[in-house]
C-alpha cells in the first residue's frame, strides 16, 4: 500500500469544485406557502394574508404583468405607497424573474421620468395613489407600459385593472441567488442617482446574516413602517417569505399608531431611523404609562446614521431592546449591527460585521490601525457587485471586491465599528439620504447661478435639512424666493433647501474642489442678503 | 423620452450577474473569535474553550500540520474518538484549506487502509487512543505521514506530539464555500464505500436551512454525543462556529450521563437516533422524577431512521420536543425536518425539506402522485455534487442535480415526508449504517462460500443486527464458527452477522438478482444446520 503517499494534494487538482455555475433555491414565497400555509404572512390595517392568499396573489398578479408583456429579465418602475399592491407587485415580479425598479415616491415628475429612462424601464405600475402622476409620466413617455394595482375588497386581492391575466405565463418555481431581484436608485458623491443591482443572493445573504446575529424565531412578528422603495423597508419583505414570519405593515409612520401597534401585533421586531424612534418614545411618554414597551419586543433596529448618545441612553434606562446597525443600499441594507449582547458595553457602536461582511477601513489607501479613521469599506456576499450600466462607478467603487462607502469611521481594538460621519457631505434628512451634489446640481442648471454649495443644518425635527449658498452672476437680479421656486419642480420637497443664502465665494481647496464642511462657516456673517 | 421603451428586456442581458466565481466568507470561527471572543464555545468532560481559545487552538494546531506538509487540498485521514483533539483537527485542517477524511473508530484495520488507500491519504492524524492502530496502519503505509494529536493539561491545547510550529504556514481568513470541508465515506448498494464530497457550502446551507426551521438563539447550546466520524455529529461542530453558540461535546454515549447534561448543561438541542432517545427515556423513568425534561430544551433532533410510533407517541406525553428528521451524509445531515409546530399534527412524518432542499418521489421514472411510494430524490446547495473520483457512481446517482437516495417513501397532500423504508437493503444498527453488499463482499471473499445473502433482523437493543445466509461449495466442512472468525479481520464489529445460516440456494429473481426481503422467509425451517 506504498503507493497511498504518491497521491500528494500537489497531484490532485478535484479539491474544490463547484456543483453549477448558479444557485438554485425553491421561490421563498412559494415554500412559506407549502410550509405553512395558514400562518399570516402579511397584515395591514384591511386585511391579513396567510402565505397560502400571499402566494396565490403573487402568482394571479404574475399572470397579468405577463399579458402586459412583462417578462424575465424586464424591468418595471413601481410607484406605490406601503401597501398591498406594492407587496404584490414584489412577490409577481420575482414569480416572474422580472427586475422591481421602486420609485421614490417623494420625488418630483423631472426626476422620476429620468430614472425610468435611466433604468430602460419598459412597464410602470402605479397603486390607485399615483394615477395621476403615472398619467404625467406616460404623458411624457408614451411608449412606457402601464398598470394599475388596485386592492379589491370583494376578492381581497389586488388586481390590475382591465388586465386579463395569462394563464400560460411561465412563473418561476426556484429563485437563481445570481440574478438581480431589484435596482435601488441611489446618489453618490457625483450628484447624479445610480442604480445598485440588488440581487436574491445580497438578499439571502442579508437575511441570513441578521438572523444568525439577531436571531430567529419562527413566532417573529417585524414590523415595517419604512418606505418599501428604500432596501431598509424592502428587504424586510424579502425576510418575511425567507424567514417564514409575519410582518405587520403600516403605510405611514405616525409615533401613536406604531406604539399602539408593538403591543397589539405581538411585534418583536421593528425597523426604524432615529427620528421615528424618538418621536414614538416622546408618544409613549405622552401616555402617562410606565413608559416602556412590551417585554416581546426583542428588537429595536435601528438604522439611518448615528444615533444620538442621548437617545441610546433614553432607550437603556427604558430597556429598549435598541440594536444599532449601519447599512447603505449597497450592502442590502444592514451590514454592520451591534449584538443585543453588546448594547450596553458598547454604547454608540453600530458594532461588528454581520457573518457575510468583512469590514476594514481605509485611511489613505492603507489599512487603518484600531481606533484610527478613515472610509469604511465593505466585502462580502450581500455587497453590490455594482451599479446598473454603470462601469466607471462601479471600478472607482468596488476594488479587489471591497466597496469603499464614502463614510468615515474606526473601528476599536475588538473590531467594533464607530460611524463618525456619514459620507463627509452626506445629509440625513429624517431618515432619507440627501446628497449636496444633486441639489447643487439643480441649483446651477439656473442660467444666473455660477457657484453653489451645499450642507446640512442641524434640525430638531428632522436631524438635518439641507441649506444651500449660491453665488450669482455680477448684475443678477435673482432672488433667491425666485431660485427656491426654480428648484421646486427639480427636486423632491426633502432635497429641497431650507434656506438659500447669497454669498460672494465659496470655500474651494487649492485644486478648486469645493470644500462643503466649510460651508457652515460662511453662515454668521457672510449672507449678504436675508436668508428666505 | 419616447426613447425609454426602446429598451426591452430582450434587448438586455444584463439581468443576472455573478459577483465573481466563488463565494467567500470569512473563516466562521475567526468571525466567532472576533465577535464573542469570551463566550464559551466547546464544554467538554475535562475542559471549556472560548471561542478566541478554539480560534488560537486551530491556528497553532495548523501551524504543525503545515510543519508535516499539509497544505491546501491534503486530503488528511483522522481517527480519534469524540474529543478535544478531533475538535481541534477539524478545525486547524479549516484553516489550512486541508480536507478531512474522518476514519470510523469501528472499521477494522484492512477496512481503514482500503479507505486511507482509496482517499489518497497522505496524512494521518489520531489521537491517543488511537496509536496502535496508527502503527498498524503505517505499518503497512510506511509513506503515510503520520501525527499524534494529544491534549496537553497543563497548557490546555492540544499538540501534535514532536512536531514543531511553522509561523509562516499560509493560514487562510476566508472560506471558498465551493471548496471540499471533508470526504465522508458511506457504502451504497454496490457494496463498496464510496467518498462524498462535502462542501464548506453544503455545511453552511445546511445549517442555515436547520436554523430557518429550528429558529435560532444565540444562546443555545446543542449536545453532540453522535460520533464525529459521521455527518450527524461533525454537522454539529461546524453549526457551532456557524451559529456562533455552545455546544457541549461527550466522548461516548451514556443515557444516564446525557440526562444529566440535559440540564446541568442548560441544554437546548439535542442530536440523537432512537436507540439513544429510547435509553434515554428509560433512563429517565429510573430516575423516578416526573419524566420530563427541563423546558429549556427546545428540540430533540431525531435523526437515523423511521422512529417507531410508539416512541413518538411516548415523547408526546412526556411534552419532549422531538423533531424527526430524515437525512443522509450525501444530504450533509438532516435535509427533511418536522418543524414543532408540526410535530403533534404529523406525527411520524419526516417533515417537509428544508428551505435549501427540494424533494420528490419517483416512481418507475415518472415523479409519484401524493400518497405514491417510490424512491426519495432531494436537490439543493446542501446536495452533494457527487464522489470523490467516481464519476459513474456520481452520474448514476445524481441526474438533473437530483440525488436518487435509493430510500422508499412518500409524501402526503401537504408536500409532508413519510418514510418507509431507508434503501430497501439497508440495515441502521444502533444508529450505524450496515450496508449488506459489504457484508456479503467479505463473506463471498471466502473460498468456500458460494454465495451469501444479509439482511437485518429486528433487535431490541439496536433496532437491527445483520444475519447472514450462506451457501458453501460442496463438500465443504466450513464451521460458521471459523467462518464468522474470518469476517471478524475484514469487517467492523457493528457490520459482523449476529448469526450465519447455511442454506442450499438463495431466493434470486429470474434474472439471478439476489432478493434480500425475501432472506427471512428463511428462517423458520430453512437451516440446514443451528445458527450460531
Known amino acids: 500500500m506504498n503507493e497511498i503517499a504518491a497521491f500528494t494534494a500537489n497531484t490532485l487538482n478535484t479539491h474544490t469544485y463547484t456543483n453549477t455555475g448558479t444557485t438554485l433555491l425553491p421561490n421563498w414565497l412559494k415554500r412559506c406557502a407549502e410550509n405553512t400555509p395558514r400562518q399570516v404572512a402579511v397584515s395591514t390595517r384591511e386585511v391579513s394574508w396567510t402565505f397560502a392568499d400571499l402566494d396565490q396573489q403573487a402568482s394571479e398578479l404574475a399572470q397579468q404583468f405577463a399579458t402586459l408583456g412583462i417578462q424575465e429579465g424586464s424591468r418595471v418602475g413601481v410607484l406605490a405607497s406601503n401597501g398591498l399592491p406594492f407587496i404584490a407587485c414584489v412577490h409577481a415580479l420575482m414569480r416572474l424573474g422580472a427586475i422591481l425598479v421602486p420609485l421614490n415616491v417623494r420625488l418630483t415628475l423631472d426626476e422620476q421620468l429620468w430614472l425610468l429612462q435611466d433604468v430602460r424601464a419598459m412597464a410602470l405600475i402605479t397603486d390607485e395613489h399615483y394615477t395621476i402622476r403615472a398619467d404625467e409620466i406616460t404623458h411624457h413617455s408614451p411608449a412606457l407600459t402601464r398598470g394599475t394595482a388596485v386592492w379589491d375588497a370583494s376578492s381581497d386581492r389586488v388586481r390590475l385593472q382591465g388586465v386579463a391575466m395569462s394563464p400560460t405565463a411561465p412563473l418561476r418555481a426556484e429563485i437563481d441567488l445570481s440574478a438581480i431581484q431589484s435596482i435601488m436608485y441611489t446618489s453618490g458623491t457625483t450628484g447624479m442617482p445610480k442604480g445598485v443591482m440588488v440581487t436574491y443572493g445580497m ?16 413566532e417573529d412578528c417585524w414590523l415595517l413602517c419604512m418606505p418599501l422603495f428604500h432596501i431598509g423597508g424592502l428587504s424586510i419583505l424579502i425576510k418575511n417569505v425567507i424567514y417564514g414570519i409575519r410582518i405587520a405593515v403600516y403605510e405611514k409612520f405616525d409615533a401613536q399608531v406604531i406604539n399602539q401597534a408593538l403591543r397589539e401585533q405581538q411585534v418583536t421586531i421593528i425597523s426604524v431611523v432615529t427620528v421615528m424612534l424618538q418621536r414614538m418614545l416622546a408618544a ?4 402617562q404609562g410606565d413608559g416602556r414597551y412590551p417585554t416581546w419586543l426583542r428588537c429595536v433596529l435601528l438604522g439611518g446614521g448615528p ?8 432607550c437603556a434606562r427604558r430597556a429598549v431592546p435598541v440594536v444599532q446597525s449601519y447599512g447603505l443600499t449597497e450592502s442590502c441594507s444592514q451590514a454592520v449591527t451591534l449584538s443585543p449582547r453588546d448594547a450596553l458595553r458598547k454604547l454608540g457602536s453600530a458594532g461588528r460585521p454581520l457573518l457575510p461582511v468583512q469590514l476594514r477601513i481605509m485611511h489613505e489607501d492603507v489599512v487603518a490601525q484600531p481606533n484610527q479613521a478613515g472610509v469604511i469599506c465593505l466585502k462580502g456576499p450581500s455587497i453590490t457587485g455594482g451599479y446598473d450600466h454603470r462601469p466607471e462607478a462601479t471600478a472607482s467603487t468596488i476594488q479587489d471586491g471591497w466597496l469603499a462607502t464614502g463614510d468615515i469611521g474606526y473601528v476599536d481594538e475588538e473590531g467594533y465599528l464607530y460611524v463618525l460621519d456619514r459620507r463627509s457631505d452626506l445629509i440625513i ?40 449658498f ?21 427636486l423632491a420637497r426633502f432635497k429641497q433647501p431650507r434656506r438659500i443664502y447669497l454669498v460672494a465665494e465659496l470655500p474651494r481647496n487649492s485644486s ?21
Request: with cysteine; hydrophobic share 45%; charged share 20%.
Open 203 to 218: 438578499q439571502w445573504w442579508n437575511a441570513l446574516g441578521s438572523a444568525l446575529n439577531l436571531g430567529h424565531q419562527p
Open 284 to 287: 409613549l411618554d405622552a401616555e
Open 307 to 314: 444615533a444620538p448618545r442621548t437617545l441610546l441612553e433614553d
Open 429 to 468: 434628512s429624517g431618515g432619507e439620504n440627501v446628497y449636496p451634489a444633486e441639489i447643487e446640481a439643480a441649483l446651477l442648471s439656473h442660467p444666473e447661478v455660477i457657484e453653489a454649495g451645499v450642507c446640512g443644518e442641524a434640525d430638531a425635527q428632522w436631524g438635518q435639512v439641507p441649506i444651500a
Open 470 to 490: 449660491v453665488h450669482l452672476q455680477a448684475g443678477s437680479a435673482l432672488t433667491m424666493e425666485a431660485l427656491l421656486e426654480y428648484v421646486s419642480t427639480r
Open 512 to 532: 478648486g474642489k469645493l470644500l462643503r464642511r466649510e460651508l457652515n462657516k460662511l453662515l454668521p456673517a457672510a449672507s449678504t442678503q436675508e436668508p428666505m
